[in-house]
């Protein structure tokens, strides 16, 4: 199934320049030769209001949202407003708009520095979240994203895309290696899993609208409804 990436630019007026066509470039440029390219979509917004985040959402229904811009800790994501001056947006706000689009939304990357408040925020509903533990240069962050983003497009989990881009600052000889720090949902583990269920994929999306839990033990799934208190068994080792 196809991935909708979608970009997030901010660099209002009076705010420090970042190179931020760069990173986007770069992001590209390593998905058009990985070898899953054809796995991936990749759709660009910038100069960034607060109202065209949801609008962004709704329209192109990603599963990846890559934030590019400045971050302020506690006060929040730098986006613009009107006049392109900086307008913040705080942890809080992020976090119930991401939740409305916890359904379809897999990964948030907040490459902005001292976005980790953010993240923490936003991973009490997204599976994976990225924010930059401290200010992250422009340098580090490009290579970040450079690496994550290969590895994402050579089929690789988020978990080692994440790794990879850590890694992939090292390499450059730029010591903000642990800068970029993973957040996880509370039990994702559980949440993220798809497993095939007799003839039939049962996604947990799906599975949570029908109040159907899922224990895996070994190589056996098992499943069972309040309304129905059989047990479904099937081995996918």
Known sequence: MRQTILILAANPKGTKPLRLGEEVREIDAGLQRAKQRDQFVLEQKWAVQPRDIQRAILDINPSI?????????????????????????????????????????????????????????ISQHINYVIGMSKAIGDRAAIEFAVGFYDALGAGQSVEFAHKLGCATIRLAGIPEQLTPVLKKKPNINVAGATKRVGEQLLNPKEIAKDKFSVQISGGTVQGFTQQNTGTITQNFS
């Open 65 to 121: 949202v890559h934030f590019s811009g400045h971050g302020t800790g506690n006060e929040g994501l730098v986006f613009e407003d009107e006049t392109g001056s900086a307008k913040l947006v705080d942890s809080e706000a992020l976090a119930k708009l991401f939740d409305l689009f916890a359904d379809q939304i897999e990964c948030i990357v907040l490459n902005g520095c001292y976005s980790q408040v953010q993240a923490e925020a």
